[in-house]
């Protein structure tokens, strides 16, 4: 009894000693619990207001703010802490690894003004607590993992400003409640999943909003209602499926790539302030119709025009030489025709230029401005030849191309592959007096190395078609049967466990495999391990594997409750952490497209990083178009069978599926709209690295779907990696002429490049016989026939009869554009999307 006394009366002392310098239930006191339990040093014995990041009140009493970013504060917000913070009116806790959020926040109420928890890790749905806040005026969440709805409370806090959920995984619609945050300046909703209209009414509710994304989302149904946002200066709605007119007065705006209909004439830019203050303007990759802007001259503040890629009406040009400052002008696929205004020279500032794939006739104009670096003239009706002044400035500009017209010079200046690929169409003639010497020494210097080097790639591609071969053939004759072990015979978990591929042997260094969680991000829930991925697939069992890619290899599996799955192991060295591993596969986890194969979760087991996807039920496109079935001779007899799998799923191959050009076409812009929403609707940008057949799935409703992007970084490749140096016959040329060349955007348009000239041609990048020429290659051989304009000789005959053949001879001409030698010649896969949607078959073509 004696004994318990004299402990606590201790614990009293101690507690007494403690408050000399930190008294309990103050400011103080509840910041520095928050700290310690959040893993972050507490700043020493000084008064609190002196704490780095922490702001009092005048009479240095109560904390009023608290800004923390990038402190390295880890785990769940705690109980009990900053909930406590009477006065607390800034709390800015980003870039952290924060997990979860608790009571506590929603505790501190309407004296909070700001609160910024962006860059973290909270996932979870996003409670109507925000209501508690009522007097907030910035909130941003920002590139954290919530998902669900967004809370219909938020239309509650009529004094906030500033909204940033971008890149979460929010979904459903927009709620009609966000009306009542009348305050609102930015809005921000990017990248996330969200679907449904704009609530109607958006431009009267919000007066005083200058900043407006809701790019990367699943947006559908009619542009809103825009005309009454009079301080607008920034719009992105692109990445999502708008459609109708255009209203509305704007001085920054970007609606690229959406689905937009209408008359461009009905937007009212009539206001003198609006043209004098128009910087920006980008209307590009829609389906705007009718009539170009009557007053488009009156934008004198104008930098940057688009307006390419929409179905309007065939019109002249539109006056611009009093644009002064005009920096960027595309006005490519716009139907314009007549001929290139000469007032186009006044343009001084034009760094950009670009009217391809119009109907201009004429003459070409003296377009040698000092700040011109990129030209396009291609896909025109354009005559005669090009001025002296701007042929001497071409080999000091960036970009130029006047393929695809009917020019004729003499173009003994060019170098012969500068011809052949910036002029394709142009008939070369020179007087007789030029030496033809002089042209043809610049194209045999090195021939010898360029031979040597086309036989070493010949016998190379050879040898890997055998390869190929061989290993497809050894995959055919194992078993599809995925073996599930019997429900009593339980796996055994005990490692470190090895498996052995066709080719690989890969080890995931785990003890115990029930000690090693298996995220699945849709079903946070599930509590599974690595001993339930080793019992969906027989314990990695070679009867189960679907593909050894460049990455690592493929599995079929079924997880407990059903869940089909494609398990790919990423056996690759990589430098990254196991929490900057994970860190990126949640951050790949929330990037949804309708044409990427979506990230189901992830596995850390030992060194190997696991992705978990969804299972694609009917392969991929390399099967679909050159993997017929062993003993099945043609198509006709393909399309008939049917495929049985264990799980109890029966797949038909229709004809739908193989022999029509409308079906083809679906694939390839399909295709083309995931790698443009890589390129341009993800931050960062991912680059794919290996665009190919094999890497665009089909799921159970035949959409095509693009995998394997985003995983390089978590499988540490390099630029010297064969998996950054592409696929063989997918490659671009810099690859084979640099070893240190990294893979980018327009690396990924020459892949699909293939893959288009791939549909088209029903022919394989390599090893396929190629008639009438003597090519190695798919590109080489039907980008022959495309220059000599002989496309149509080389389309699929079991195509030919199901469409349009023109439509398939300008998606030729597309392909040849993205398989240009010259990366900087390759259009943007914004472009090509563009351009694959105008020769869109209808319903009716086949």
Same mark, same amino acid.
């Given at each position: 009894?004696?004994? !318990?006394?004299?402990?606590?009366?201790?614990?009293?002392?101690?507690? %007494?000693?403690?408050?000399?310098?930190?008294?309990?239930?103050?400011?103080?006191?509840?910041?520095?619990?928050?700290?310690?339990? *959040?893993?972050?040093?507490?700043?020493?014995?000084?008064?609190?207001?002196?704490?780095?990041?922490?702001?009092?009140?005048?009479?240095?009493?109560?904390?009023?703010?608290?800004?923390?970013?990038?402190?390295?504060?880890?785990?769940?917000?705690?109980?009990?802490?900053?909930?406590?913070?009477?006065? =607390?009116?800034?709390?800015?806790?980003?870039?952290?690894?924060?997990?979860?959020?608790?009571?506590?926040?929603?505790?501190?109420?309407?004296?909070?003004?700001?609160?910024?928890?962006?860059?973290?890790?909270?996932?979870?749905?996003?409670?109507?607590?925000?209501?508690?806040?009522?007097? =907030?005026?910035?909130?941003?969440?920002?590139?954290?993992?919530?998902? !669900?709805?967004?809370?219909?409370?938020?239309?509650?806090?009529?004094?906030?400003?500033?909204?940033?959920?971008?890149?979460?995984?929010?979904?459903?619609?927009?709620?009609?409640?966000?009306?009542?945050?009348?305050?609102?300046?930015?809005?921000?909703?990017?990248?996330?999943?969200?679907?449904?209209?704009?609530?109607?009414?958006?431009?009267?509710?919000?007066?005083?909003?200058?900043?407006?994304?809701?790019? !990367?989302?699943?947006?559908?149904?009619?542009?809103? +209602?825009?005309?009454?946002?009079?301080?607008?200066?920034?719009?992105?709605?692109?990445?999502?499926?708008?459609?109708?007119?255009?209203?509305?007065?704007?001085?920054?705006?970007? %609606?690229?790539?959406?689905?937009?209909?209408?008359?461009?004439?009905?937007?009212?830019?009539?206001?003198?302030?609006?043209?004098?203050?128009?910087?920006?303007?980008?209307?590009?990759?829609?389906?705007?119709?009718?009539?170009?802007?009557?007053?488009?001259?009156?934008?004198?503040?104008?930098?940057?025009?688009?307006?390419?890629?929409? *179905?309007? /009406?065939?019109?002249?040009?539109?006056?611009?030489?009093?644009?002064?400052? %005009? +920096?960027?002008?595309?006005?490519?696929?716009?139907?314009?025709?007549?001929?290139?205004?000469?007032?186009?020279?006044?343009?001084?500032?034009?760094?950009?230029?670009?009217?391809?794939?119009?109907?201009?006739?004429?003459?070409?104009?003296?377009?040698? *401005?000092?700040?011109?670096?990129?030209?396009?003239?291609?896909?025109?009706?354009?005559?005669?030849?090009?001025?002296?002044?701007?042929?001497?400035?071409?080999?000091?500009?960036?970009?130029?191309?006047?393929?695809?017209?009917?020019?004729?010079?003499?173009?003994?200046?060019?170098?012969?592959?500068?011809?052949?690929?910036?002029?394709?169409?142009?008939?070369?003639?020179?007087?007789?007096?030029?030496?033809?010497?002089?042209?043809?020494?610049?194209?045999?210097?090195?021939?010898?190395?360029?031979?040597?080097?086309?036989?070493?790639?010949?016998?190379?591609?050879?040898?890997?078609?055998?390869?190929?071969?061989?290993?497809?053939?050894?995959?055919?004759?194992?078993?599809?049967?995925?073996?599930?072990?019997?429900?009593?015979?339980?796996?055994?978990?005990?490692?470190?466990?090895?498996?052995?591929?066709?080719?690989?042997?890969?080890?995931?260094?785990?003890?115990?495999?029930?000690? #090693?969680?298996?995220?699945?991000?849709?079903?946070?829930?599930?509590?599974?391990?690595?001993?339930?991925?080793?019992?969906?697939?027989?314990?990695?069992?070679?009867?189960?594997? =679907?593909?050894?890619?460049?990455?690592?290899?493929?599995?079929?599996?079924?997880?407990?409750?059903?869940?089909?799955?494609?398990?790919?192991?990423?056996?690759?060295?990589?430098?990254?952490?196991?929490?900057?591993?994970?860190?990126?596969?949640?951050?790949?986890?929330?990037?949804?497209?309708?044409?990427? #194969?979506?990230?189901?979760?992830?596995?850390?087991?030992?060194?190997?990083?696991?992705?978990?996807?969804?299972?694609?039920?009917?392969?991929?496109?390399?099967?679909?178009?050159?993997?017929?079935?062993? !003993?099945?001779?043609?198509?006709?007899?393909?399309?008939?069978?049917?495929?049985?799998?264990?799980?109890?799923?029966?797949?038909?191959?229709?004809? +739908?599926?193989?022999?029509?050009?409308?079906?083809?076409?679906?694939?390839?812009?399909?295709?083309?709209?995931?790698?443009?929403?890589?390129?341009?609707?993800?931050?960062?940008?991912?680059?794919?690295?290996?665009?190919?057949?094999?890497?665009?799935?089909?799921?159970?409703?035949?959409?095509?779907?693009?995998?394997?992007?985003?995983?390089?970084?978590?499988?540490?490749?390099?630029?010297?990696?064969?998996?950054?140096?592409?696929?063989?016959?997918?490659?671009?040329?810099?690859?084979?002429?640099?070893?240190?060349?990294?893979?980018?955007?327009? /690396?990924?348009?020459?892949?699909?490049?293939?893959? =288009?000239?791939?549909?088209?041609?029903?022919?394989?990048?390599?090893?396929?016989?190629?008639?009438?020429?003597?090519?190695?290659?798919?590109?080489?051989?039907?980008?022959?026939?495309?220059?000599?304009?002989?496309?149509?000789?080389?389309?699929?005959?079991?195509?030919?009869?199901?469409?349009?053949?023109?439509?398939?001879?300008?998606?030729?001409?597309?392909?040849?554009?993205?398989?240009?030698? %010259?990366?900087?010649?390759?259009?943007?896969?914004?472009?090509?999307?563009?351009?694959?949607?105008?020769?869109?078959?209808?319903?009716?073509?086949?």
């Amino acid at each position: 009894m004696g004994g !318990g006394f004299f402990t606590c009366f201790l614990v009293v002392v101690v507690l %007494l000693r403690c408050s000399a310098s930190l008294q309990l239930n103050t400011d103080e006191f509840f910041v520095s619990d928050f700290f310690l339990k *959040m893993g972050a040093k507490v700043a020493g014995s000084s008064s609190v207001c002196s704490w780095k990041g922490v702001t009092c009140d005048e009479r240095r009493e109560k904390v009023i703010a608290l800004v923390a970013s990038g402190f390295g504060l880890s785990g769940v917000i705690p109980e009990n802490t900053i909930g406590k913070l009477s006065k =607390l009116r800034t709390l800015d806790l980003s870039a952290n690894n924060i997990t979860g959020l608790s009571s506590d926040i929603w505790e501190l109420g309407s004296s909070l003004r700001s609160l910024n928890l962006s860059w973290n890790q909270i996932n979870g749905s996003l409670p109507n607590n925000l209501a508690n806040f009522g007097e =907030l005026e910035s909130l941003v969440l920002s590139y954290n993992s919530f998902s !669900g709805e967004i809370p219909t409370a938020l239309g509650s806090l009529r004094s906030l400003k500033v909204l940033n959920f971008s890149g979460n995984g929010f979904e459903g619609s927009l709620p009609d409640s966000i009306l009542g945050c009348e305050s609102l300046v930015s809005i921000d909703l990017s990248s996330n999943r969200l679907n449904g209209t704009v609530p109607n009414g958006l431009d009267d509710a919000f007066k005083n909003l200058t900043f407006l994304d809701l790019s !990367g989302n699943e947006m559908n149904g009619r542009l809103p +209602e825009l005309s009454g946002l009079n301080s607008i200066t920034y719009i992105n709605l692109s990445g999502n499926l708008f459609e109708g007119s255009i209203l509305g007065l704007f001085r920054e705006i970007d %609606l690229s790539n959406n689905q937009l209909q209408g008359h461009i004439s009905q937007v009212n830019l009539s206001s003198s302030y609006t043209w004098s203050s128009l910087v920006y303007l980008d209307l590009s990759g829609n389906e705007l119709s009718g009539e170009f802007f009557s007053d488009l001259g009156r934008a004198r503040s104008l930098k940057h025009l688009n307006l390419a890629f929409n *179905m309007f /009406s065939h019109q002249n040009f539109p006056q611009l030489e009093q644009l002064s400052g %005009l +920096e960027y002008l595309n006005l490519s696929k716009t139907s314009l025709t007549g001929q290139i205004p000469t007032e186009f020279s006044k343009l001084f500032s034009l760094k950009t230029l670009d009217l391809s794939h119009n109907h201009i006739t004429g003459y070409i104009p003296d377009l040698s *401005m000092d700040n011109l670096q990129v030209l396009d003239l291609s896909m025109n009706n354009l005559t005669g030849g090009i001025p002296k002044p701007l042929l001497d400035k071409l080999p000091n500009m960036t970009r130029f191309n006047f393929s695809y017209n009917h020019l004729k010079f003499c173009a003994a200046e060019l170098s012969p592959q500068t011809f052949n690929t910036a002029f394709v169409g142009s008939v070369n003639d020179c007087p007789i007096a030029v030496d033809p010497d002089v042209i043809k020494s610049k194209g045999t210097k090195h021939r010898g190395l360029k031979l040597a080097l086309a036989i070493s790639l010949s016998f190379f591609f050879l040898i890997a078609g055998l390869v190929c071969l061989a290993i497809r053939f050894r995959k055919r004759t194992g078993s599809w049967a995925v073996k599930q072990l019997p429900c009593k015979e339980e796996p055994n978990v005990s490692g470190p466990f090895s498996f052995q591929t066709d080719s690989t042997t890969w080890v995931a260094d785990v003890k115990s495999a029930t000690s #090693v969680p298996v995220v699945i991000f849709e079903k946070p829930l599930l509590n599974f391990t690595f001993a339930d991925l080793l019992t969906a697939t027989s314990h990695f069992d070679r009867g189960t594997l =679907l593909a050894e890619g460049k990455f690592g290899p493929v599995y079929r599996g079924i997880l407990p409750g059903g869940i089909h799955v494609a398990v790919k192991v990423l056996v690759r060295g990589s430098a990254v952490t196991d929490q900057e591993a994970a860190r990126e596969l949640e951050r790949l986890g929330w990037i949804k497209h309708p044409n990427l #194969v979506p990230l189901t979760g992830y596995c850390l087991a030992g060194d190997q990083r696991i992705a978990i996807y969804d299972y694609m039920e009917n392969g991929n496109l390399q099967n679909l178009l050159h993997d017929l079935p062993l !003993g099945v001779q043609t198509t006709e007899d393909w399309s008939t069978d049917t495929w049985e799998e264990d799980a109890g799923i029966v797949q038909n191959i229709t004809t +739908e599926g193989m022999t029509t050009w409308r079906f083809r076409h679906k694939i390839a812009l399909g295709a083309a709209r995931s790698l443009a929403f890589l390129h341009h609707g993800c931050y960062p940008q991912i680059v794919h690295r290996d665009v190919k057949a094999n890497s665009i799935y089909l799921d159970s409703e035949l959409e095509p779907r693009l995998s394997d992007f985003g995983l390089s970084n978590i499988a540490g490749a390099t630029s010297e990696d064969e998996i950054s140096q592409g696929s063989p016959g997918y490659a671009p040329p810099e690859f084979s002429e640099s070893e240190n060349v990294s893979a980018t955007t327009r /690396s990924d348009v020459y892949g699909f490049g293939v893959v =288009l000239f791939e549909l088209v041609t029903g022919k394989k990048p390599i090893g396929d016989d190629y008639p009438e020429e003597r090519e190695t290659t798919l590109v080489s051989w039907a980008r022959t026939f495309v220059k000599k304009n002989r496309a149509l000789r080389i389309i699929d005959p079991k195509i030919r009869e199901t469409g349009s053949e023109k439509q398939m001879e300008e998606a030729l001409r597309i392909a040849y554009l993205c398989t240009a030698d %010259l990366p900087s010649k390759r259009p943007s896969m914004q472009q090509i999307v563009g351009l694959l949607k105008d020769i869109e078959p209808i319903a009716a073509d086949h």
